[in-house]
C-alpha cells in the first residue's frame, strides 16, 4: 500500500515539476524577446529604459502617488516590472506631446497605452474610486494594446 503511494507521489511530483519550468521558461522566453533588438537596434526593454531615465525629473509627488494607486492592483510580486513598463509608456508620451511635466491626463494616458484591454476594468475602478471621469479617454479604452503597439503615435495625433 505505501509503496502504491510513493509511486503516485513520485509521478506527481514529476508533473508538478515540468509544469513550473514550463511556466517558468514562458516567462523567460517572453523577456527574452523583449530584449532583441528591433530594427532601429533598439529593444524594448531599451526604450523603456530611455524613457523612465528621460522623464524622471518631471514627476511630481501627486501622479507619483496616483500612479502608485493605479498600480495596487497588480499583484506585488509583478508590479514593478508593470510599474516600470507604464512610467516608460507615460513619459514617451508626455515627450511625444512635448509637455514639460507629467500631467493627470499624461498619466492615465500612458497607464491605458501601457496596459492590456483585460486590466482596463480595474483602471476604470480606480479612477471612479478617484471620482475622475473616464469619458476623455474612452478613445483609447475601446482599442486593445495590440492596436497601440504599432503605430499608437499617428492615429492619436501626437
Same mark, same amino acid.
Given at each position: ?69 493605479? @498600480? ?8 514593478? @516590472? ?32 501601457? *496596459? ?17 471621469? *473616464? ?24
Amino acid at each position: 500500500m505505501m509503496s502504491v503511494f510513493v509511486d503516485y507521489l513520485i509521478i506527481f511530483w514529476g508533473f508538478f515539476m515540468i509544469a513550473i519550468m514550463a511556466i517558468g521558461g514562458y516567462f523567460m522566453f517572453r523577456k527574452f524577446l523583449k530584449r532583441l533588438p528591433k530594427e532601429d537596434g533598439k529593444s524594448t526593454m531599451d526604450w523603456e529604459t530611455y524613457f523612465v531615465n528621460k522623464t524622471k525629473h518631471m514627476w511630481d509627488d501627486e501622479e507619483k502617488q496616483l500612479l502608485e494607486e493605479l @498600480v495596487s492592483p497588480v499583484p506585488e510580486l509583478f508590479r514593478d @516590472v508593470a510599474r516600470h513598463k507604464i512610467i516608460g509608456k507615460v513619459g514617451e508620451v508626455a515627450l511625444a506631446k512635448s509637455r514639460q511635466k507629467i500631467t493627470q491626463d499624461v498619466l492615465i494616458e500612458g497607464y491605458i497605452i501601457a *496596459t492590456p484591454k483585460r486590466d482596463h476594468k480595474f483602471l476604470r475602478k480606480k479612477l471612479a474610486e478617484k471620482q475622475i471621469d *473616464t469619458a476623455p479617454y474612452e478613445h483609447f479604452f475601446q482599442q486593445s494594446n495590440n492596436d497601440y503597439n504599432s503605430d499608437w503615435k499617428k492615429k492619436h495625433q501626437l
